[in-house]
Antibody, heavy 120, light 111 residues
Framework: QLQLQESGPGMVKPSETLSLTCSVS??????????WAWIRQAPGKELEWIGS???????NYNPSLKSRVSISMDTSKNQVSLRLSSVTAADTAVYYC????????????WGQGTLVTISS | QSALTQTPSASGSPGQSVTISCTGT?????????VSWYQQHPGKAPKLMIY???KRPSGVPDRFSGSKSGNTASLTVSGLQAEDEADYYC???????????FGTGTKVTVL
């Protein structure tokens, strides 16, 4: 059974860099069928796709976040990481990782999410 | 890329049907058959309910169905059950620069 688990600090100071890790079990992140995505949801707001990565190093980012975001993989640990720089209060959200079935553009498995609050 | 527009709320009694709409543009829903729908219960992760406009993943009841006409996609829940009360989000592929554009969300209430 595929499981995704997000982890990282629950609070980050404004202007600093948010860093999260998604640990994947039950599938290899080198599976050629899938990308691995990060999505966020600000309190009371809709979902927002942040970006996705493939094991070859190919990445796609939401244009609105592209200048501040970096997604990478550690295939030896079967983990996907997210870094978002220069954070502000507007980046306060629940951050989810998900499996991205790129050929058909859907997200079929999600982690439980982790709340990150931006506050001094 | 703007969010897709969904009706904020919808409701129905147990056993009835409810249809949720998701309106985009000719650059997303109107141009691609890559619409998916997600169910989200409070405090939980979203769950894939429909993909490629009409297809259901294994384990999703056939009470859930999807369709598309022009720039608008729809999700219909037939035979409403208490556990269907949740938020529902649509998403569509919107081109190489906007791979996933989500809808504004619809809260479904079972009366």
């Amino acid at each position: 059974q595929l499981q995704l688990q997000e982890s990282g600090p629950g609070m980050v100071k404004p202007s600093e860099t948010l860093s999260l890790t998604c640990s994947v079990s039950g599938d290899s992140i080198r599976n050629d069928l899938y990308y691995w995505a990060w999505i966020r949801q600000a309190p009371g707001k809709e979902l927002e796709w942040i970006g996705s990565t493939f094991h070859t190093g190919t990445t796609n980012y939401n244009p609105s976040l592209k200048s501040r975001v970096s997604i990478s993989m550690d295939t030896s640990k079967n983990q996907v990481s997210l870094r978002l720089s220069s954070v502000t209060a507007a980046d306060t959200a629940v951050y989810y990782c998900a499996r991205d079935r790129r050929k058909y553009y859907y997200l079929d498995y999600w982690g439980q999410g982790t709340l990150v609050t931006i506050s001094s | 890329q703007s969010a897709l527009t969904q009706t904020p709320s919808a409701s129905g009694s147990p056993g009835q049907s409810v249809t949720i709409s998701c309106t985009g543009t000719s650059n997303d829903i109107g141009d691609y058959n890559y619409v998916s729908w997600y169910q989200q219960h409070p405090g939980k992760a979203p769950k894939l309910m429909i993909y490629e406009v009409t297809k259901r993943p294994s384990g999703v009841p056939d009470r859930f169905s999807g369709s598309k006409s022009g720039n608008t996609a729809s999700l219909t829940v037939s035979g409403l059950q208490a556990e269907d009360e949740a938020d529902y989000y649509c998403t569509s592929y919107a081109g190489s620069n906007s791979l996933f554009v989500f809808g504004t969300g619809t809260k479904v209430t079972v009366l």
